[in-house]
Every structure is written in C-alpha cells, then in structure tokens.
C-alpha cells in the first residue's frame, strides 16, 4: 500500500501544477451526546453502508496493569466474553448467535470491542455492549478464570517466539521507554498470581460508563441510534456519573538515552539489531510525525548499507509502535553475524550527526505530505474502530472522517526540518542487538520486560464456539453485492473491463490482472524478477500461481492516475538484462547468506507433502536462481502478459459511464500481444499424496509444539464453494469448541486455502504445549475425518448460516469487491457468483456437503510440527502418525564472525 500510494502522490505532484484536486469524504451526519452518566455516545450516519458498526472503548489498557499482576486488562477483556446475564448463556454465544463478526482487542491505553452486524441487529449489539458494562464478569467462577487463563498464557507462548518481530519490539520497548508503564508486560508468573477477586476488582474499577466511549457507524440516523442507545442501557445512561480515569502519563522522554549498543542474548536463529528514536504521542496527526522520522531514519541506514556496509545486513523491516502517549518509529535489520551490530550502529551514528536536516533542508518536501494525506484518506473506507476511538479519546473532537486527513497534512506541512532537528539526534538513538545465546528456560518462553504484546485482535470473532446457536434463514444473511450488474466491456485487443460503482466513500480500487500459467514458488521467484527488469519496475504487482496483479487504490478524483498507474504494465514489457542479472544475482547472494528460517524450512517441508514432485513443492535455492536467464524472462512476459488474457477491475464510488470506458480505451488500447493465440494450455492436475505423512522440524529444548495439517481439496474454479466454505466453518469452529473452549488447550484455531489452479489445499494449525501435542493432532484429525459424515439438521442450518455471514465480511468494500471480481474473472466464475451465493448455500442438504467432503483428500494429509522432537515425537507417534524428524538447523554465525564488543547486557529469563 505504501508503494502504491507513494506513486500515485508523484502522479499527483506531477499532474497538478495549478492547485492540488479537492479530496472529498463521504456525506455523514455525526451525533455527539454526552449522557449524564458519563458515556460518550458517538454515531456516525452512513446511508451508503450496508451494515452497522457498535464498538464499546474503555478507557483502560495494558498501562493500568498493577506491578507483578501484568496481562491483567487483558484477562478481563477474554473474561468478559465469558459473562453470563439473563439468559444464562455466555456474552461470546449471544454475539455467535446474532451472527456478528466480533473481536477484542487490548492495547496500552484502552480496551476495544466491536462488533459487525445488519442495521437490523443495532438494538441487539447495543443490549450486548450494555451488558458487558452492567456487569463485565456475570457469572465467572474459579473454574472459568483458569480455563481462559490457560488460553492467555497460549497466546503468550504463541507470540513469545523471539525471532518474531514483536517480542524484539517490546524489548526495543523496554530500552526506550524504561521505567513507564508502557515498558512492562505479561509474563507467565504474572498472569499466574491474578486471582478471581483481582478480575473483578479491576473490571469494577475501570469498566465504568465515566471510561466508556460508544461508537456507532451505520446507515441510521444519528437520533434514532441516540434513542436506540439509551432504551439499551437503561439506568447506566442516566444515573450521575463520576470523574472518568485520568490518562496515562506520558514518559519522560527528555531522559538520556543508552549511548551504548545493548545486546540480548536469547534463542534465535540469527542476529538482529533493532533502532528506534523515543517521540511523543502522534495518534491525534493520523501517526505522520512517526512516520516522518520513520523515512528519515530508513534514509540515513539506506546510505549506510549503500556503501561497504551493504554485506552485514540481510533484511530491513520498518514499523511504527503508536501509543497514546508515545511512538517508536521502529527499523529492524535481520544481520549477517552478531558482529555486524556495533559497526551498523556506529555508521548510522556518524550519519545522524551530519544528516541534511541539521543545516535546515526540509526532509521529505510536499511528496511526503501528499502521500501520507492520500495514504490516509483511502484509510477511511476501513473505519478501524480502534482508530476511531482513539482520535475521539485523545481529540475531543468526532469529525474524524474530515478531520483525521486534514491533521496528517497539518503535521507535516510545518517546518519538518526542525522536528529532525530536535527529536532525531544521535544520542536519542536507541540500538539493541538480538544475539544468538541459551536455549529457553523449559518453563516459560523468553522474555524480556517490555510494551505489552498482547495488543492485537484476538480471535474471539474468528470461530467463537460456546453453546449451540439458533439457526438463522441463510439465505438471507447475506445482503446481495450486486456485482453481477457490475458494467462490462471487451476492448478491441480483448482486454475485458469490469466496472462496479459502490457508491459512498469517494475510494476506489483499480486492478489489471492477468492470467498466466500456473506456477510453484521457483517459477513465481522468475516471475517477480521479469517483472522488476521492466520500464514499469517502480510500480507495485502481485505474483500469484495463476495471476499477475498491479493495484492501486485512490480517491476516486484521481481515478486517472489510478488508471496510468496499472496501465504502465500494458506498455514496454522488454526486459533489460543488465537489470534482470543485477536483480537475479542479488537474490541469489541473499539466499546465500541467509539459510532458511526454521518455519521457512516447516513450510517447504509441508509443499513437499502435499505436491510430491510437482513444481508447486520446488525449493528456491541459490543455484536454482542462478539458473535464470534474462532471454526467458523476456520470453515469458511476450507470452504470458498478453491483453486476452488480461482484465481491467475497478470497484468503488465512480460512474460506470462511456467517457470512463473512453479514458480506458486510450490507456489500454494500445497494448498489442506479441504472436501466438494466447490461450492456456491445459495441464494435468497435481498429484496427491499417496498417504498420511507427518514430519517434525526439530527445535530443541522448545515448549511449544505448533501444528499445521494441510489436506488437498479441489481448486476454487472445479469445487462446489458454497459446500466447501460451511463444511470449513464448521470444521474451524468444531475445533475451536473444542481444543479452546472445552479444553483451555490453545489461543486459537486457524484455517486457510492455498489456492492453487492444478489443486488447492486447506491448511489448519495451532500452537499448544508441547505435552499436548499428540491431543491436539488426533482433535484435527479426527474433525477432519467427521466432515465426511452427515449434519444433523440443526448443526447444518447453523452452518450454512455462519457460512453465509462469514463470506459477507468479505465484501462491501471498494477493495474487497476488487478482490472478489479479479478472483472471479482469474477463476472463470460466473458473474452471479456472490450474488446468489446465500441461495445457493442456503440450499445445501447432507448430501451435498458429504459429496464435497469425499472430494477431500481425507486420510492423506500432510503434517508438519515444530518443537522440541525429543519431547513430541512419542506423543505424536501415540496419534497413529509415525513422525519423520528433520534436524534443527544450526544457528552458526557466518564465517569470520564473532561477538558484539562487551556492553550492558540483558539475559533471557
């Protein structure tokens, strides 16, 4: 996204010497009330919005954690959708029963839930949320509090990996922002030492009216959702309130920073040194100051590895860490050896105390503000809840649709050289370096002290179990996206045009994708390095196993830069060998310096299953790149990027009229196949395994086991999908009744489809202890087994039901219409597709769904777990799966490479 927005500002910059165009929002009435309670009751009225948006935000977060009791706020979060009112059943089950998509989310500064529904459904969100604050935790018992304890502590394990970017971030954390609440976290003793009075305690003291703000976004009006609201919560909305929690204190950050490198010691498979530079809080400018210091520190280490430095690092991430009192633009560097820290650290230093900004020069100029403005104006469409509450909370103002763009330009219109010139100074230089050291303690995962990591969404949402449901008629759970009378054209060249108007937020998605013949991952790496040898390298694409894809997503009033941007691709597609052999032999470099992470290594482990000897299970090695050639890749391109086989899509608030079409003409028109007829040949399918297999990728001393089992089903264009996506739902939320819910034994349960036009596959993974390893594997089996069997009439109304609501979330945005228009048109699906999906699921009998299920590859699936080999395999070997063990891969630093020169250290505990 960035890439695509950053292009599109340069065609703004370019085309718009006379004044930059008016980037408008949409029509929206907005209701601010303040009840006497103290709730603030914010609606936002969208006519053009096909379904309704409630999310509760309390003011309370992570910060508020007592010392020694850490991963509190967030307990009471999981809590919370465990409370039990009137009907007995749990908040989590209602939420199920309605159909909703839902989630929770904790961070440092307040605790968010939202949930998704038809605008026939406000009463009913409204009476939940008014529940969970009459009184968050009805009905828990000591019983409950360990179960959901155990899945916390799961999550914790899951996240704790400290190769993960995140864990290394609350590390970074804890340097820059020490002794601040922002700079502790759960660990396992934490969590552990919360008793059942400490849940409710807390959730007494802080899940008040006076710390509620309750948001509502939908196509009613901001006076009926106020009537609404107030019938929901009855006496909580007039009875006087009290003073609301304060905010937290934000840090010190005029406090000295570490003027040496620090090193951590801990398990990983290779070193990597983390910087940051301490700022305020940036959340009321939309996060542009971050970002700012953000591109002016990537400027400073891209110098740093332009010049002999350019070995010592093998990858660079950027992120920015927002909190409502701070923010960490965040670089981490993947290193060649521990040793390539210190001097990093010390170029980037000397680069800092000589950057341009120091005598005055504006870094970043009007390119910058134009990017971040249309970066946040196409940002809108998504109404993050999360975001929404944390403008109002830290603005006091709810005119974010208008005002959140407006305070990014704002931001950065000001002198930026002066902002660098005070916070991004080289003694504020925060550096740490993550070092290979000591296995993990056998009780706990590593960790250090830090920012609480737990603040991402949790998958309440996803597959939330509890009771049965009642069912619902599935053919109406789905409001109809009317794609089928999306306006379509063949141009003369045959490339087809699709144009569906969405009308509302001035956005749109624009997309050229074209078919190609399928491909594994070695022909996807040739693929990506054809297309970066082009005149059109700068201009983004995906690479799929059929497709190539060049998106943009704009304001609707730059629909024409949108269209120069993805046309650049039906221009010069000759390849420039200098730059396919520069390209080619950099990748190939890489690979040599970099050995496969272990979970790389897990993933090719699992291609191999389940593609035996085909392309789609091909490693991609050095030498393997090294192979290719510049001719073939000019080749490929004359015969695979070919107009015929090419569709134009664009979905969002634009007229379908023939001056469009025109425009589109005259940017595609000219792009002519060279020789051939175009069309695809056939090919045979992928072969499928011959048996169940199961492979352990060996981690020693690890404690938890995580599990993926990958089973081939047939690809998206030859299955029956309305079939295939119920008997997934089911599957997905089986498990997670079972594994989560009854058993307290993981976080979550996760399912997706690697879409493959030769043979997709579904693949399922979890993460548990690893003594319960063997459990969890029979669990999946054995659901997987049972999708053979018939439903019983009630647990197949609910899943068709559930079926239908879930794949409406993937719809009714410009950008996810896009998707689904492309994927129609790649998979040769008829236009009605969407549209009668509800009808056609809402018809499915027993039959249907045990016709599907015997297209599965059942009792031929392909297992990979990591962990500790020593400590799983038995288990495993009691699921009836005999296990395969490839060995751990070494952690060596590179030749030549030694230890980062003595500085303060922090050990793993």
């Known amino acids: 996204m960035r890439a695509c927005v950053a292009a599109l500002a340069a065609l703004l910059l370019a085309s718009c010497a006379l004044g930059r165009p008016r980037l408008s929002t949409p029509a929206c009435a907005t209701g601010a009330e303040a009840l006497p309670s103290g709730i603030q009751l914010v609606a936002y009225a969208l006519p053009h919005r096909p379904d309704t948006l409630v999310a509760a935000s309390y003011r309370v977060g992570s910060a508020r954690d007592p010392a020694g009791k850490e991963g509190l706020a967030h307990l009471v979060e999981h809590l919370s959708f465990r409370a039990r009112h009137g009907d007995g059943r749990a908040l989590s089950a209602r939420l199920e029963a309605e159909g909703v998509e839902f989630d929770g989310r904790t961070s440092a500064d307040a605790t968010d839930f939202h949930a998704v529904g038809d605008p026939d459904q406000l009463e009913a969100l409204l009476r939940i949320e008014a529940d969970r604050l009459r009184d968050p935790l009805a009905g828990l018992d000591e019983a409950?509090?360990?179960?959901?304890?155990?899945?916390?502590?799961?999550?914790?394990?899951?996240?704790?990996?400290?190769?993960?970017?995140?864990?290394?971030?609350?590390?970074?954390?804890?340097?820059?922002?020490?002794?601040?609440?922002?700079?502790?976290?759960?660990?396992?003793?934490?969590?552990?030492?919360?008793?059942?009075?400490?849940?409710?305690?807390?959730?007494?003291?802080?899940?008040?009216?006076?710390?509620?703000?309750?948001?509502?976004?939908?196509?009613?009006?901001?006076?009926?959702?106020?009537?609404?609201?107030?019938?929901?919560?009855?006496?909580?909305?007039?009875?006087?309130?009290?003073?609301?929690?304060?905010?937290?204190?934000?840090?010190?950050?005029?406090?000295?920073?570490?003027?040496?490198?620090?090193?951590?010691?801990?398990?990983?498979?290779?070193?990597?040194?983390?910087?940051?530079?301490?700022?305020?809080?940036?959340?009321?400018?939309?996060?542009?100051?971050?970002?700012?210091?953000?591109?002016?520190?990537?400027?400073?280490?891209?110098?740093?590895?332009?010049?002999?430095?350019?070995?010592?690092?093998?990858?660079?991430?950027?992120?920015?860490?927002?909190?409502?009192?701070?923010?960490?633009?965040?670089?981490?560097?993947?290193?060649?050896?521990?040793?390539?820290?210190?001097?990093?650290?010390?170029?980037?230093?000397?680069?800092?105390?000589?950057?341009?900004?120091?005598?005055?020069?504006?870094?970043?100029?009007?390119?910058?503000?134009?990017?971040?403005?249309?970066?946040?104006?196409?940002?809108?469409?998504?109404?993050?809840?999360?975001?929404?509450?944390?403008?109002?909370?830290?603005?006091?103002?709810?005119?974010?649709?208008?005002?959140?763009?407006?305070?990014?330009?704002?931001?950065?219109?000001?002198?930026?050289?002066?902002?660098?010139?005070?916070?991004?100074?080289?003694?504020?230089?925060?550096?740490?370096?993550?070092?290979?050291?000591?296995?993990?303690?056998?009780?706990?995962?590593?960790?250090?002290?830090?920012?609480?990591?737990?603040?991402?969404?949790?998958?309440?949402?996803?597959?939330?179990?509890?009771?049965?449901?009642?069912?619902?008629?599935?053919?109406?759970?789905?409001?109809?996206?009317?794609?089928?009378?999306?306006?379509?054209?063949?141009?003369?060249?045959?490339?087809?045009?699709?144009?569906?108007?969405?009308?509302?937020?001035?956005?749109?998605?624009?997309?050229?994708?074209?078919?190609?013949?399928?491909?594994?991952?070695?022909?996807?790496?040739?693929?990506?390095?054809?297309?970066?040898?082009?005149?059109?390298a700068d201009r983004p694409a995906t690479v799929g196993g059929d497709r190539l894809e060049f998106g943009a997503r704009a304001p609707t009033e730059l629909v024409d830069l949108a269209l120069a941007q993805v046309a650049c691709r039906a221009g010069d597609l000759g390849v420039d060998a200098a730059a396919f052999e520069r390209e080619r032999d950099a990748m190939a470099d890489a690979l040599r310096r970099r050995p496969p992470t272990l979970h790389e290594a897990a993933g090719q482990q699992l291609l191999e299953l389940l593609y035996p000897g085909h392309p789609y299970s091909a490693e991609v090695t050095e030498a393997r790149v090294r192979a290719f050639r510049a001719v073939d890749a000019g080749k490929w391109l004359g015969l695979n990027v070919r107009p015929e086989r090419a569709a134009l899509v664009i979905a969002g608030d634009v007229a379908a009229t023939d001056a469009l079409f025109e425009r589109i003409e005259q940017r595609l028109g000219r792009w002519r196949p060279r020789g051939g007829d175009g069309k695809l040949p056939p090919r045979p399918p992928a072969p499928l395994p011959g048996r169940r297999e199961l492979v352990v990728v060996d981690r020693p001393g690890w404690r938890v086991a995580e599990v993926l089992v990958g089973v081939r089903v047939p690809p998206r264009g030859a299955r029956d999908e309305a079939a295939f996506r119920t008997l997934s739902w089911r599957l997905q939320h089986a498990l997670t009744a079972r594994l989560r819910d009854d058993a307290g034994l993981t976080y979550r349960v996760s399912l997706s489809i690697l879409e493959q036009s030769l043979g997709s596959a579904l693949v399922l993974s979890t993460a548990v202890d690893r003594a319960r390893a063997g459990e969890a594997l029979a669990a999946m089996l054995g659901e997987l087994a049972a999708s053979a069997r018939p439903l019983e009439p009630e647990a197949l109304a609910q899943a068709r039901w559930r079926a239908v609501r879930r794949a409406g979330g993937g719809l009714g945005t410009s950008w996810r219409n896009a998707l689904r228009l492309t994927e129609m048109f790649v998979h040769g699906l008829p236009p009605d597709e969407w549209d009668t999906f509800a009808a056609r699921t809402a018809a499915l009998d027993a039959r249907a769904l045990v016709a599907e299920a015997g297209r599965w590859a059942l009792g031929r699936e392909a297992i990979v777990v990591v962990g500790d080999a020593a400590a799983i395999a038995p288990a495993l070997q009691d699921a009836g799966v005999p296990a395969r063990v490839l060995p751990a891969i070494a952690r060596r630093p590179a030749p030549g490479a030694a230890e980062p020169a003595p500085g303060p250290r922090a050990a793993v505990p």
């Open 144 to 536: 409950e509090l360990r179960r959901e304890r155990e899945v916390v502590l799961q999550e914790l394990a899951l996240r704790g990996d400290p190769d993960a970017l995140w864990p290394q971030v609350d590390w970074l954390t804890a340097r820059a922002l020490a002794g601040h609440p922002y700079g502790r976290i759960a660990t396992p003793e934490t969590l552990r030492a919360i008793t059942l009075e400490d849940v409710r305690a807390f959730a007494r003291a802080h899940y008040r009216p006076e710390n509620l703000l309750l948001i509502v976004a939908g196509p009613a009006s901001a006076k009926a959702v106020a009537a609404r609201a107030r019938a929901a919560l009855g006496e909580l909305a007039t009875r006087p309130g009290q003073a609301a929690d304060p905010p937290v204190p934000p840090p010190e950050l005029g406090a000295a920073r570490p003027a040496a490198l620090d090193v951590v010691r801990a398990p990983v498979e290779r070193a990597w040194l983390l910087l940051t530079v301490p700022l305020p809080g940036d959340a009321p400018a939309g996060g542009a100051r971050a970002y700012l210091a953000l591109r002016a520190l990537e400027a400073q280490v891209e110098q740093v590895l332009s010049g002999p430095d350019r070995e010592r690092a093998l990858s660079v991430e950027l992120l920015v860490h927002g909190m409502d009192g701070a923010s960490l633009p965040v670089i981490r560097i993947g290193l060649r050896g521990p040793d390539d820290a210190r001097p990093l650290v010390e170029r980037l230093r000397a680069g800092m105390r000589f950057a341009g900004w120091q005598g005055g020069p504006d870094p970043g100029g009007e390119e910058l503000r134009d990017r971040l403005v249309l970066d946040a104006h196409v940002r809108l469409e998504a109404l993050d809840a999360s975001e929404v509450a944390r403008w109002i909370r830290l603005t006091g103002r709810t005119d974010y649709l208008t005002g959140m763009p407006a305070a990014v330009g704002a931001a950065v219109t000001p002198d930026r050289a002066a902002f660098a010139r005070r916070w991004l100074r080289e003694e504020r230089l925060v550096a740490l370096a993550v070092v290979p050291g000591e296995a993990p303690r056998d009780d706990a995962p590593p960790r250090l002290p830090g920012a609480s990591a737990l603040d991402e969404d949790d998958p309440h949402g996803a597959a939330a179990a509890g009771e049965p449901a009642p069912a619902r008629d599935a053919a109406r759970a789905m409001r109809p996206p009317h794609l089928d009378s999306a306006r379509r054209r063949k141009l003369k060249n045959g490339v087809r045009v699709i144009v569906s108007p969405r009308p509302g937020y001035r956005v749109l998605s624009a997309h050229l994708v074209v078919r190609t013949e399928p491909a594994g991952p070695l022909e996807r790496v040739f693929e990506v390095l054809a297309l970066r040898a082009t005149r059109c």
